[in-house]
């Protein structure tokens, strides 16, 4: 257990249909991060917050995706019209800030959410 | 042709044997990362590291900058060390938060 949790740990869910994950980082990490990752692959960066401020988002986070970290603690990620294609276990890491002139701080990562959508 | 290739994809040990699994890379990179993938999903961070070489119990990771590689190695290996080894990149000059993952080493160290 690495301190960092998400919710649900599994999602079964219709096309179309509309979903919400969240995560809950480890409390004083000010850095979240999103992931996704398909079977067989390494996984893939969505976007990643600092504090509330959602400072990057991949190519991959099309219209469907938001995420949010309204207070700056946990964060969400919704998809909306959920298609076959978004099926994938969805990860978030967190971590402390990145110093000037270092290396990114280690990310620590979540369980996991795996969808499924049929 | 993907920045961060990982090999074997596979591979299957005897318990006690010793374990290599390699990272090429084709970007400069500020930090390389070794992670470890259970099934069910959980990713543990083993190494994070920038130049020469880390050790942690029975877990070795080196990193030949110019050369864009990096190893890691299992010693007496175990069937609990059964998982999926990612290497990951932080790209120099990227995004602070994109790291770049490779696919993934799948072990199964048999008993």
């Known amino acids: 257990d690495t301190g960092v949790s998400q919710n649900p740990r599994h999602k079964i869910t219709k096309r179309g249909q509309n979903v919400t994950f969240r995560c809950d980082p480890i409390?004083?990490?000010?850095?979240l991060y999103w992931y996704r990752q398909t079977l067989g692959q390494g996984p893939e960066f969505l976007t990643y917050f600092q504090n509330e401020a959602q400072l990057e988002k991949s190519r991959l986070l099309s219209d469907r995706f938001s995420a949010e970290r309204p207070k700056g603690s946990f964060s969400t990620l919704e998809i909306q019209r959920t298609e076959q294609g978004d099926s994938a276990m969805y990860l978030c890491?967190?971590?402390?800030?990145?110093?000037?002139?270092?290396?990114?701080?280690?990310?620590?990562f979540g369980p996991g959410t795996r969808l499924l959508v049929l | 042709k993907n920045e961060v290739e990982q090999s074997p994809q596979n591979l299957t040990a005897q318990e006690g044997e010793f374990i290599t699994i390699n990272c090429s890379y084709s970007v400069g990179i500020s930090a390389l990362h070794w992670l470890q993938q259970h099934p069910g999903g959980g990713i543990v961070s083993l190494f994070m590291l920038s130049s020469g070489k880390k050790k942690h119990g029975r877990l070795i990771a080196t990193i030949n900058i110019q050369e864009k590689h990096s190893s890691l190695h299992i010693t007496a290996s175990h069937p609990r060390d059964s998982a999926v080894y990612i290497c990951a990149v932080d790209p120099y000059g990227g995004s602070q938060g994109n790291l770049i993952f490779g696919k993934g080493t799948k072990l199964s160290v048999k008993p």
């Open positions: 409390s004083e990490h000010n850095r």
């Open positions: 890491a967190s971590s402390l800030p990145k110093a000037a002139g270092q290396p990114q701080e280690t990310q620590y």
